[in-house]
């Protein structure tokens, strides 16, 4: 499963964005999927994931009720819909795949596949 991110950019404060991660190689259908970031000098954090079926989701806490997780599967594409985006949102996002079952763990060991991320930067 190779996974590609896009759809990162300059966005002012209170701004939003849509990430989009776009699998080749296998059916995305087969992989719980999940959103992760890493802003400068941090560790890498979970930030949503969304199970093979997409019905199941979960959010961090610090994205909860601005940020929404979806799948398309004709377009084998996972999308991260950003609204009320914050100055502390300012990271490189991950898109990243798990063979696993479903969780809400958000935890980077259960993703085994990895993209190469896109940047996204809040600022006025």
């Known amino acids: 499963l190779q996974l590609v991110e896009s759809g990162g950019g300059l966005v002012q404060p209170g701004g939003s964005l849509r990430l989009s991660c776009t699998a080749s190689g296998s059916s995305s259908d087969y992989f719980n999927m999940g ?4 802003a400068p000098g941090k560790e890498r954090e979970g930030v949503s994931s969304i199970s093979r079926s997409g019905t199941l989701t979960n959010y961090a806490d610090s994205v909860k009720g601005r940020f929404t997780i979806s799948r398309d599967s004709a377009k084998n594409t996972v999308y991260l819909q950003m609204n009320s985006l914050k ?3 300012t990271a490189v996002y991950y898109c ?4 696993l079952g479903y ?3 958000l935890d980077m060991a259960d993703y085994r596949y990895w993209g190469q991320g896109t940047q996204v930067t809040v600022s006025s």
């Not at 959103?35 to 890493?38: D, H, K, M």
Request: hydrophobic share 20%; no cysteine; charged share 35%.
């Open 35 to 38: 959103w992760f970031r890493q």
């Open 87 to 89: 100055p502390e949102d």
């Open 96 to 99: 990243a795949g798990s063979s």
């Open 103 to 105: 969780n809400d763990r």
